[in-house]
């Protein structure tokens, strides 16, 4: 019984600890997130340059860079 009782409490924890997250309509605070790249460049008439001629960017994440963002998110949300 008493396991039932703790298991029964840890997800009435849970619950109430999801719920004052989401209050605010799910918004929480957490690390600024960094600036959205500036839009590519338009060309407004095309000359018949094919699409596979264009340069093409490379979308790669920087791992440390969101691992520590994660960690200072982390550690802001248990504080």
């Known amino acids: 019984m008493s ?8 997800c009435l924890l ?3 600890i999801s719920a004052v997250a989401f209050a605010d309509g799910g918004s ?5 997130a ?11 008439d095309s000359t018949g340059q094919d699409a596979s ?3 093409t960017q490379e979308s ?4 440390a860079t969101a691992v520590d963002m994660l960690a200072n998110w982390l550690a802001l949300a248990i504080l």
Request: with cysteine.
């Open 14 to 16: 849970i619950a109430s």
């Open 60 to 63: 790669s994440v920087d791992v």
């Open 53 to 55: 001629t264009q340069p």
């Open 3 to 10: 396991k039932l009782t703790r298991f029964f409490g840890t």
């Open 28 to 32: 929480v605070q957490g690390p600024p």
């Open 34 to 44: 960094p600036p959205p790249p500036p839009p590519g460049q338009c060309v407004a």
